[in-house]
């Protein structure tokens, strides 16, 4: 059966990071963009990851940050992945993830004028400029950089991409089962969704999604 991966994005204490990992998240979002309501600054960041068990992937989301930023970010925190969610060019991403010698995964806002075809070719230019790209993360285009709760139409995803994607975007409990039925992508990424007011989250709202996730591995198997 395949599983699914799931990331808990805009984690801000110790106590929801706990309760991500028990519920089974496989990654934990700390956001370092100031603007944010679910920034935390790297020393909270560093406090709050002490004590995170073996194979949990901690990523970092950057906006438009520079090298030194992200060098001051990874001095004080554990963070093993690298999200660029901002305005940065390819050769930005690539140049900074070198710089820092960590993987990245690269968020891309879709539009209601994207293509299939346009994402494809985005893929294809990040993997040709570094060997450290992960992979591509599906958002919705809002005003602002992530976090937004709104969903955008899934049917823009290539078939041929989607087994390769994080999905993202207005995820929540109440429609995880369907989204992974119709995209199957190889991972979800939650904020919004598991949160009683911005950059608040819940641990109830925590579990209950990744319950959701794990219930549409199972339907998705049958």
Known sequence: MKRTRIKICGLTTAEHVAAAVDAGADAIGLVFYPKSPRYITPDEAGRIMTGIPPYITIVGLF?????DEVSKVLEAAPISL???HGDESVEQCAGIAEAVNRPFVRAVRVGADATG??????????RAASMLFNGLLLDAH???????GKVFDWSLIPKELAPRVVLSGGLSAQNAIEA?????PYAVDVSSGVEVAK?????ARIRA????VRKADVLSAE
Request: negative net charge.
């Open 63 to 67: 906006v438009n940050a520079s090298v």
């Open 82 to 84: 690298l999200q660029f």
């Open 117 to 126: 075809t346009d994402l494809l070719k985005c893929e294809q230019d990040y």
């Open 142 to 148: 809002v005003d602002g950089y992530g976090g937004g």
């Open 180 to 184: 992974i039925d119709r995209v199957r």
């Open 199 to 203: 950059g608040i989250k819940d641990a």
């Open 209 to 212: 999604f990744i319950d959701a």
